[in-house]
């Protein structure tokens, strides 16, 4: 499995898997656990939630996935930005972690900027740190600016995980070049653009050159970059196992270049979207 160094020195998958939609039909739920157990038995044992997601129920859903191999997976959570003052960031941390059904969190994200001040979320992530609640944390969908702030506060940020993929390059002109500069990954939440790349006719004649999917192109594309993580969701085993394999796929030259027609890069600073 290709990894993606953190500043912390750990290695942790480059692809790895979302929850974000699970858990909102009992109908689905025994086929999101199956989807997560392969994922992990495939080696995608980074795992991405948040309290936010179905209200706390894909946290709890994703407890039931790995109960009896929580030592096997990189945990990630995130914490709402309503809550994110000191005592809310511990207390939104702990239960999060009752309906994980775990001990600690590997990574622990402010899920964006609210209107609450940076330094007291800091201050609830180092109590967190303290305590061995969690071992690392980050934030999301922070855009330069918020990024030059934060780590002139502190210089522990591990990840910032954006809104990133084929038809959301903005973030290439100014923000990628800061975390490359700064030894710090990205993690790339809708990498499939939540399933509308798919269709995409450039996608599909580069899949048909290596006969893959253009899911697999999608993923390969953000998985290029060395300092990028991508967590598709997959809602089905075989759906993981399909993107599972984008790992093993190497984009060529000409590939590259078909797909930057089709979905040129920025020529100038965009502001960061969000989903
Ligand atoms: P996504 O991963 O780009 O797309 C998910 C959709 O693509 C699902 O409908 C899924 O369908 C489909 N899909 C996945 N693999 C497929 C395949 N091989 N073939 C066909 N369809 C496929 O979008 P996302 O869920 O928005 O983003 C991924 C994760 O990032 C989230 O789950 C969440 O953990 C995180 N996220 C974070 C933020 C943030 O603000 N930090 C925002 C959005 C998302 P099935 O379910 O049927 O497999």
């Not at 980050?138 to 502190?154: C, I, P, W, Y």
Request: proline share 7%; with cysteine; charged share 25%.
């Amino acid at each position: 499995m290709k990894t993606v160094r953190l500043p912390s020195g750990e290695t942790i998958p480059a692809l790895g898997l979302g929850t974000w939609m699970m858990a909102e039909k009992a109908s689905r739920r025994a086929d999101e656990i199956a989807a997560l157990r392969a994922g992990v038995d495939l080696g995608l044992t980074l795992i991405d939630t948040a309290e936010m997601y179905g209200g706390g129920e894909a946290e709890t859903l994703v407890g039931e996935a790995v109960a009896g191999r929580r030592d096997e997976v990189f945990l990630v959570s995130k914490v709402l930005p309503s809550n994110a003052t000191a005592s809310g960031t511990v207390r939104a941390c702990e239960a999060s972690l009752r309906r994980l059904g775990t001990d600690r969190l590997d990574l622990y994200l402010l899920h964006w900027r609210g209107s609450l001040p940076l330094a007291r979320t800091l201050e609830g992530f180092a109590a967190l740190v303290e305590a061995g609640k969690i071992r690392h944390w980050g934030v999301s969908n922070f855009d330069l600016a918020d990024m030059r702030e934060l780590t002139a506060l502190d210089g522990s940020c591990q990840t910032n995980q954006i809104l990133y993929n084929l038809s959301r390059r903005g973030p290439e002109y100014d923000l990628l070049p800061w975390h490359a500069s700064a030894g710090m990954p990205i993690m790339a939440y809708s990498p499939v653009e939540q399933g509308r790349l798919l269709g995409s006719p450039v996608l599909a004649e580069v899949a048909a050159r290596h006969d893959a999917t253009p899911a697999q192109v999608a993923l390969a594309w953000v998985l290029r970059l060395p300092h990028a993580n991508a967590i598709p969701k997959a809602g089905t085993v075989d759906h993981v196992r399909e993107n599972a394999r984008a790992v093993e796929l190497r984009l060529s030259p000409e590939d590259l270049a078909d797909l930057d027609r089709a979905f040129p890069p920025p020529d100038g600073p965009e502001p960061l979207e969000m989903i």
